[in-house]
Nanobody
Framework: QVQLVESGGGSVQAGGSLRLSCASY????????MGWFRQAPGKEREGVAT???????TYADSVKGRFTISKDAAKNTLHLQMNSLKPEDTATYSC?????????????WGKGTLVTISS
């Protein structure tokens, strides 16, 4: 089992920055892909960014150039640096992980952290 715990959410004004973190615990040795997802009120969950064991990253078009996903393997921690934030980035952001390759679904999920961007 793998447990994921997010932190770093909060409220900022548009144009500001936030850095989310996701600490992973348990049997993390076989995790191949990790990612960030978000769900805004009344909307479906959407993928934000993923990173695999080789460091290959993918981003949703809506966040390209503004968000950066990274991981600290030594600390089993995933990060999401979010810059130039917009009100439409407001959502609950969740960390996820899987032993499968990216793009084939996620098996483990955190509870999420709320990000609120005011105009």
């Amino acid at each position: 089992q793998v447990q994921l715990v997010e932190s770093g959410g909060g409220s900022v004004q548009a144009g500001g920055s936030l850095r989310l973190s996701c600490a992973s615990y348990g049997y993390t040795y076989n995790i191949d892909c990790m990612g960030w997802f978000r769900q805004a009120p009344g909307k479906e969950r959407e993928g934000v960014a993923t990173i695999d064991s080789l460091g290959t990253t993918t981003y949703a078009d809506s966040v390209k150039g503004r968000f950066t996903i990274s991981k600290d393997a030594a600390k089993n921690t995933l990060h999401l640096q979010m810059n130039s934030l917009k009100p439409e980035d407001t959502a609950t952001y969740s960390c996820a992980a899987t032993w499968r390759t990216c793009g084939n679904g996620m098996d483990y999920w955190g509870k999420g952290t709320l990000v609120t961007i005011s105009s």
